[in-house]
C-alpha cells in the first residue's frame, strides 16, 4: 500500500527530505551506536550537520541560516532524523532551538546580532561566545540537560538577565 503524494509538499521539500535521507544514511546510521554509548556527539559531526542544512531551519538568512519559517522543513528534518531511532540525537542536535526562536522573532536587533548569529547555521559552533558557553555547560552532549542552573548561567553570560 503507497500513500498518496502530500499536496503540501513542494519539490524543494522533496529534494530537502532525499538530502537529509543521504545525510542521516551516511553520517548518522553507521555512528549511532557508538555515539550513544559514548554519550556526545563528535564536534565534527555538528559541523557536517550544520553543512548539510540540518541546523539553520527556521533561522533567518542574515543570521546563516535558510530563512525559511516553512514547518515542513521542519517536520521533514525531524522525520528523516527520526529514522536513527535516537531521540537524543535529536534533543541534542536542536538545543539551541530552545531559546533561541523568541529572540529570532522578537528581540532587538543587538540581541539578535548578539545570539540569533551565533546559532543560524553553524554560527554557534565557530568559536562565538554561546559556543564556549554551551561546550562548558554539556548542552552539547547526547546525554547532558540543561538544568535551571545551566540556563541561568548562560542567561548571565550572554547579559540577558540575573546579576
Known sequence: MTSAPNPFLTPEH????EQL???VQRECEPNIEAWERTGELPREFQRKAADA???GIGFPAEFG??????SFFQTIMVEQLARTGSGRLIASLFSHRI??????????QAQKERSVQSFGGAGYLRGAKIERI??????????????????????RQLGYGGE
Not at 99 to 108: E, K, N
Open 21 to 23: 535521507r543521504r545525510f
Open 53 to 55: 542544512g540540518v541546523l
Open 14 to 17: 522533496e529534494a530537502y527530505r
Open 99 to 108: 531559546g533561541s526562536p523568541p529572540v529570532a522573532d522578537l528581540g532587538t
Open 134 to 155: 554551551f561546550r562548558e555547560t554539556k548542552v552539547l552532549s547526547i546525554g547532558g540537560s540543561a538544568t535551571e542552573i545551566m540556563k541561568d548561567l548562560a542567561t
Open 65 to 70: 541560516g535558510m530563512g525559511d519559517k516553512d
